[in-house]
């Protein structure tokens, strides 16, 4: 599930959406991601600029909408999910 939740993250997507595509509860999926993100294989994606500004702007469903991404390299190279 790991390998399958970092394939799914190569695209930025909110908790919610991994939730669905994993077949998790958001919850769970919560958990999931701040293992991943202590880990170093995830990071956030937060909004730091205005609105409509940002490379995501055709994605975002709007503000306060986090969305997750998984690094190009872990951290934690020694590391394995």
């Excluded at 919610?16 to 509860?25: T, W």
């Excluded at 999926?29 to 600029?49: A, D, F, M």
């Amino acid at each position: 599930m790991i390998s399958h939740a970092l394939n799914l993250l190569a695209t930025p997507r909110t908790p919610e959406e991994l939730a669905r595509a994993l077949g998790l509860s958001l919850e769970a999926t919560l958990l999931l991601l701040q293992q991943l993100e202590h880990k170093g294989y995830v990071v956030p994606l937060t909004c730091s600029t205005s609105c409509r500004l940002c490379a995501f702007r055709n994605l975002c469903p709007g503000p306060g909408k986090v969305y997750w991404v998984r690094r190009t390299q872990p951290r934690n190279q020694g590391e394995t999910p």
